[in-house]
């Protein structure tokens, strides 16, 4: 089955910094990778979206990033925000269900 | 669009009670939907997948007289925890497609959770 590995499982930026999340997949099948926003207590906000036909896709201040060759694919959210702060899951599907990554832990210092 | 409701957001209960947990889609119609379980600080874990109009299919690991899902109409799924155990303690969580087909490339938007404590 798929596998997602993300990296880093936490990261801290200062308030207008750039972040940066990466996950990579193992299932060359595998053709929709959205990023969902977890807040403490809540559930996952899909937040963007990819899909394999386009290499990389943009909104406001976060955009994703798809390499299918490498298998890798990238969250990048410039001028971060206190309010960016948030558990961050990529995940991946194929021709079943999602598989998610373990998360990355974004903290935005003010 | 494409908002995911449940209830109850927070339930606490006696140990060998059974807890039920709907699932609603409020403005789609979802053919598919799916129950997961998010220990704290944990990736979120599929326990099966809800199919209106016949049985769910369970992931391995998940026992299916234990967790019965019934997806009676296509906007509502239900996850009822039987004979609850503290171990069952968790937070679920389910999500929808909105086209319905279960096709690779849906969408799926999560509902808002369930806090479930078992005494």
């Known amino acids: 089955g798929e596998n997602v590995e993300q990296h880093p499982s936490t990261l801290s930026v200062q308030e207008g910094d750039s972040a940066v999340i990466k996950c990579t997949y193992s299932?060359?099948?595998?053709?929709?990778f959205p990023w969902y926003k977890q807040e403490l207590g809540k559930g996952p906000q899909l937040i963007i979206d990819?899909?394999?036909?386009?290499g990389e896709k943009k909104d406001q201040r976060i955009a994703v990033t798809l390499n299918k060759t490498a298998k890798h694919f990238s969250l990048h959210i410039t001028e971060t925000q206190p309010e960016d702060s948030a558990v961050y899951f990529c995940?991946?599907?194929?021709?079943?269900?999602?598989?998610f990554g373990k998360g990355t832990m974004l903290l935005v210092s003010p | 669009g494409a908002v995911v409701s449940q209830h109850p957001s927070r339930v606490i209960c006696k140990s060998g009670t059974s807890v039920k947990i709907e699932c609603r889609s409020l403005d789609f119609q979802a053919t598919t939907m799916f129950w997961y379980r998010q220990f704290p600080k944990k990736s979120l874990m599929l326990m099966a997948t809800?199919?209106?109009?016949?049985?769910?299919?369970?992931e391995q690991g998940v026992e299916k007289d234990k967790f019965l899902i019934n997806h009676a109409s296509l906007t509502l799924s239900t996850l009822t925890v039987t004979s609850a155990h503290p171990e069952d303690s968790s937070f679920y969580i389910c999500?929808?497609?909105?086209?319905?087909?279960?096709?690779?490339?849906?969408?799926?938007?999560f509902g808002p959770g369930t806090r479930l404590t078992v005494l």
């Open positions: 999500s929808a497609d909105p086209t319905g087909q279960g096709a690779s490339t849906d969408t799926q938007y």
């Open positions: 990819i899909r394999s036909n386009v």
């Open positions: 299932d060359s099948a595998s053709n929709y």
């Open positions: 809800s199919n209106e109009g016949s049985k769910a299919t369970y």
């Open positions: 995940a991946a599907r194929g021709y079943s269900t999602l598989t």
